[in-house]
């Protein structure tokens, strides 16, 4: 079954950087465009940028775009979200996402906090 572990989350101070990582299994991952979102706290889930699967084009919300890049490693079933110039205001729990056959599955996500 399909399966989506995200890790790398943690504390860090404003102006600071995280990798997180997203290994998937249970799928082609090759074959599949992969996204990430976040839930801030008492707010709703929202998108944060995705990569395609062949060319590996990528598409980021306003909010992170210059700040965070998303890479991926087929050989590896892996995507990552490297983040730098962390911010307070991305402090969320983030997720890996993606859609096969038109179901949607997610990842349980890692909690990122930027706080000093």
């Known amino acids: 079954q399909v399966q989506l572990v995200e890790s790398g989350g943690g504390l860090v101070q404003p102006g600071g950087s995280l990798r997180l990582s997203c290994a998937a299994s249970g799928f082609t991952f090759n074959n599949y465009v992969m996204s990430w979102y976040r839930q801030p706290p008492g707010k709703e889930r929202e998108f944060v940028g995705f990569?395609?699967?062949?060319?590996?084009?990528?598409r980021y919300a306003d909010s992170v775009k210059g700040r965070f890049t998303i890479s991926r490693d087929n050989a590896k079933n892996t995507m990552y979200l490297q983040m730098n110039n962390l911010k307070p205001e991305d402090t969320a729990v983030y997720y890996c996402s993606t859609t096969r056959y038109g179901v949607t599955y997610w990842g349980p996500g890692t909690q990122v906090t930027a706080s000093s």
């Open positions: 990569i395609t699967n062949v060319a590996g084009s990528t």
